[in-house]
């Protein structure tokens, strides 16, 4: 955002850092917000367009190439387990246990690996 000269580009880099954390909608409303700072900055409709275009970009190719391949390699989890995780979590908690489900999987994950007698739970929540 800085080197396309939009005012506050740490700003927006927190707003999408933060928002990275919504499942599916994180991006779509990070670039809403840039969208309507870009639109009440520049007076051009290109500028904008692209300032959009360009976030959205890389906020993909982050979500889609970036952290699987870096996660990928780093940390597996079990689908299905995460999946009723999720919904578990969901119905127990609301949003803020769909937030919390993947990092309470992970804790149990390593948590498991490493105590002989939770070797099973491990097997079972491995990819």
């Given amino acids: 955002m800085y080197w396309l000269g939009l005012p506050n580009a740490m700003l927006w880099g927190v707003v999408a850092g933060l928002t990275s954390f919504i499942p599916y909608l994180g991006g779509l409303i990070a670039g809403a917000l840039i969208a309507m700072a870009a ?13 959009v275009v360009v976030f959205l970009v890389l906020d993909t190719l982050k979500g889609y190439i970036l952290y699987p391949l870096v996660m990928g390699k780093q940390f597996t989890m079990n689908a299905v387990m995460l999946f009723f995780a999720l919904t578990f979590w969901w119905w127990a908690w609301g949003i803020p246990g ?4 993947v990092p309470l999987m992970a804790i149990l994950k390593i948590f498991s690996e490493r105590v002989q007698a939770l070797s099973p739970l491990a097997k079972l929540l491995e990819d």
Avoid: C, G, K, P
Wanted: proline residues 0%; aromatic residues 12%.
């Fill in 39 to 51: 639109l009440l900055t520049f007076e051009d409709t290109a500028r904008v367009v692209t300032i």
């Fill in 98 to 101: 769909a937030f919390l489900a």
